[in-house]
């Protein structure tokens, strides 16, 4: 099958390997020219996923017709603060026919659409997917063991990813509880950023782990409210993601928080990255959600406040461990 | 109050300490001499608490009569193989209105029976109150801050559990579901050795993170069909314990399944071990309770299979992350 994949991050990438080692055709789109150029040359995407040799097959380009035009699947990897506009430049060259996959985790700014409605919404009548699930993008590249979760309104376009995606160490689950998986992979990195502040501020692991089972039980609030199912933030693109981001190595996340939590202004923690840390905005989205829907998410607010109004984290995050973890009382 | 902790291992001594530190009168009976002497002179258990200096207040003994006799508080934290025969060594000196407080994690070989039943079996007429969650015992003498639960049928025990063990930095939550609460801290013993294993095989964090998410799938299951209510396994006991233990610091049930994973037999790795691995002894109750239940439990089961039957690490943890993973499709 031909496939795109637009966007050439260490996600996107990761994306494009795993197809063309499925024999598919794949077509990289990245913004960045040394990005088209390493991959093509060098096979290899030094900038955001270094140490990792991609497939050869991987035909990397700057231009979205070249990379549009003949895809029957098109995978979106782009930041979502420019989901929109990545995808509006590129509609005039997609297929009718074309199934869309929304890898990008995040909420939109100012519409707090989820991803899939930004991309439907800017490709009207194509099949839209939502990607996601405990995936780090360096694992998949090198191959390790890894179960996603493909979510859709219509079965037969997931059921295309599946058999796209799937190989003997990639496992892609179908689910059309779309508005859980997205929100599952949105909020857990606002709680990896919290996690990182937590460490930041000198709490062991003791309190991770409190942390971190509040913050799924406030996602999977939000997430019922919104109309998802509870039992996805149980799952794999719920619980399976957030433990992964909250747990595994460093994510871009969990270090935005780590810096900020032992005192560094957030401007020059961001200053300092190659890449996107989703959940700082997707703090802001999150927390307009929440009120919006009249549901409680104090971790949300805390590292809101830490971010965004110059709260103290030491004061804000043990605060936090105390008065959130009150509410369990009355289970 | 006066209280008294029965078990001088690594949980046992942090919860004297806590307990000392909230200015309790500390009696800590162990069955090891050495403990003793190092507790009363050197306020520090270098054999099973390295590198902590206890609170100078701790009285330990061996003897049951001095440990027990005064005690309105009586913590037992004896390893699960042992803890019927040591309640029932000092049941002739416990107070006929002591509170009992179950620490120990585990099912009893043969009887199935979670801890708060066998200590309510050898302690008639004497409250009994199970207290579990996300707490290594380290952390915990090291004053870093901490969630629990204390679960009891009776809301008076557990408020005086609450009320002794709580202080800024160690929060205690009652419930009302020991049965959950108990199978909690039970199963996520087995799901750390699970996690040992996947990771002694050569698996990443990916894969991680979806063991762990069918781990409590799996637990949930059981512990409904026990009684227990699903969302005490979403909670601090359930979600909580399983992801520190599986996340942490490497703990001994995941150490056992690291190095079975790599191929060294049980034995030897047992033989070398100072403190009890819950989690093999728990893997048999676990798939026997399955088996009564009617209750699938494939993570069990294939961490049986690899500990007592020979089978090859590699090749059912792998067949695991297919066969079991695959469910998840029709959620």
């Known amino acids: 099958m031909e496939c795109a994949v637009v966007g050439g991050g260490a996600w996107g990438s990761a994306l494009a390997h795993l197809l063309a080692s499925g024999a598919h055709g794949v077509r990289l ?14 096979h290899a995407n030094p900038r955001f ?8 097959g991987i035909r990397a380009t700057g231009s979205m017709e070249e990379a549009l035009h003949a895809a029957a699947l098109v995978l979106y990897v782009a930041p979502s603060h420019v989901i929109r506009e990545v995808v509006r430049a590129g509609a005039v060259f997609v297929r009718n026919d074309a199934v869309a996959v929304v890898a990008t985790k995040g909420l939109e700014q100012g519409t707090l659409a989820v991803m899939t409605d930004v991309v439907r919404a800017e490709l009207p009548a194509r099949a839209v997917v939502a990607l996601s699930g405990p995936s780090f ?11 996603v979760v493909a979510a859709s309104e219509s079965h037969d376009a997931a059921a295309v990813v599946q058999q796209a995606l799937s190989s003997a160490v990639f496992r892609v689950y179908s689910n059309d509880d779309v508005m859980g998986v997205e929100l599952g992979g949105a909020l857990k990195n606002v709680m990896a950023v919290a996690t990182g502040m937590a460490e ?17 039980a406030e996602m999977t609030r939000l997430g019922v409210s919104l109309g998802a199912r509870g039992e996805t933030f149980a799952g794999l693109a719920g619980m399976g993601d957030l433990v992964l981001t909250c ?18 202004p957030l401007d020059q923690v961001l200053a300092g990255m190659e890449s ?5 905005t997707t703090t802001r989205g999150a927390h307009a959600l929440a009120e919006r829907q009249g549901i409680e998410m104090p971790i949300v607010n ?30």
């Open 276 to 280: 996107v840390a989703e959940g700082v």
């Open 247 to 264: 747990t595994g190595a460093l994510s871009r996340n969990r270090h935005v928080g780590v810096e900020v939590g032992r005192g560094r």
């Open 49 to 56: 996923l270094p140490g990792v040799s991609l497939h050869p």
């Open 302 to 331: 805390a590292v809101r406040r830490i971010l965004f109004e110059g709260h103290r984290p030491s004061t804000a995050i043990a605060d936090l461990m105390g008065r959130e973890l009150r509410s369990e009382r009355d289970t």
């Open 137 to 147: 993008a360096l694992e998949v590249a090198q191959g390790m063991p890894t179960a």
């Open 200 to 216: 930041g501020v000198g709490l062991g692991l003791n309190s991770r782990a409190a942390l971190i089972t509040r913050g799924l």
């Open 29 to 42: 789109w990245a913004r960045e020219p040394d990005v088209v150029e390493h991959v093509n040359t060098a």
